[in-house]
């Protein structure tokens, strides 16, 4: 509840009149009706981490992707490997929307929105800039998908005494899944039902987050279809879109996605067998 309540308050303050903004680049046209700039803030926090961003400008009917891009998609992927001063870059991804076209079901962003990451500088650096050198290669669709580049060699100062941070680049971080640590969280554990090849979870009284729900398990490269109402009962089931036992699966964890009431959320649990299923 105070995360929700933390990011309510942030939301709020953007509303607010402000002279504080980021530093931004140049837009790059990557593909017609495709424009993206770099957001950077002028701020390193006390745990070494600069948030930073990628704003889209996308035409009506064109979209990119979410870190699972789906059926169609092509995945973002970022080689950071040239940088100084940056041990690492994390990309915190806003709550996708859901799509279904052409027959191809994917996770996806459309319109003008704000990619957020977080730059997390070399402890061991004792200069005052870091620099931010990246290739990013990704997919932007309209009417056909193409992969599209986008590079970035961007300094960073590293002692500027203002501790403001882009409201712009907050209010993206705002919407990026926190880890649902509420006492009443919904979503203990998925069940793994052998007989079907489906897992099973209890539904939360939510009905938005079981709407919202997206199942995917770390480090594999499998989507599941929407969640979808057991008959006869109040559980709900995900399937595999691919041929695939599951089987191997059990005791490993999946990570769950949401988005609700109190806003979007994120956790991973155990993925036990059916017969333990308290229903």
Known sequence: MKSALLRALILSAIMAPTSVLAETGPWVDVAPGAKIRLLTSDYVDPNGKMLAGLEFQLRDG????????????????????????????????????RTISLGYFDYVYDQDFVLPFEVEISAESDKNVALLNGDLLMGICGEICVPVTYNIAQSLPLDQKDISVSFTLEAAKAYVPINDDRANAPFDAVYFDQSKNKIWVKPSSDAEENQTLILDLPNQNLLFDVPQNRPGSSLLSFEPLKEISLVDHVGMSARLTYSGREGAFEKQVPILLFDALDQ
């Open 62 to 97: 064109m979209k990119t992707y979410w870190r699972i891009p789906g059926e169609s998609g092509i995945p973002l992927t970022a080689n950071w490997s040239n940088s100084q001063n940056i041990d690492q870059v994390n990309f915190l991804w806003p709550m996708p929307k």
